[in-house]
Nanobody
Framework: QVQLMESGGGLVQDGGSLRLSCSAS????????MGWFRQAAGKEREFVAA??????????ADSVKGRFTVSRDYAYGRNTVFLQMNSLNFEDTGVYYC???????????????WGQGTQVTVSS
């Protein structure tokens, strides 16, 4: 059984920064790939960023490239993924979900494990 627990969301002004964290418990081999999706009100859940188990590979949505950085702490007893978000704007507002699985997800339907979500609100 895999559980993902996010933290770090909140309210930030336009141009500000936030850092999200997600800790995974359970079978770590089941979360070889971890990352983030987000969902704005009235929109579908969309991919943001992902990273593999040894941090040798990362992927980003075009809309966040150069502004967001995904990183991971993967060692014995630890399996945490981070999302550093800089230069935030109103379009980044939404619920951010930690995601995990054994392969790179092409969309939300391919994610095996989800966190409960954390709200990020960017005020203008």
């Amino acid at each position: 059984q895999v559980q993902l627990m996010e933290s770090g969301g909140g309210l930030v002004q336009d141009g500000g920064s936030l850092r999200l964290s997600c800790s995974a418990s359970g079978h770590t081999f089941a979360t070889a790939i971890m990352g983030w999706f987000r969902q704005a009100a009235g929109k579908e859940r969309e991919f943001v960023a992902a990273i593999n188990w040894n941090s040798s590979g990362t992927r980003y949505a075009d809309s966040v490239k150069g502004r967001f950085t995904v990183s991971r702490d993967y060692a014995y007893g630890r399996n945490t993924v981070f999302l550093q978000m800089n230069s935030l704007n109103f379009e980044d507002t939404g619920v951010y979900y930690c995601a995990g699985g054994k392969s790179w997800p092409r969309d939300a339907s391919e994610v095996e494990y989800w966190g409960q979500g954390t709200q990020v609100t960017v005020s203008s």
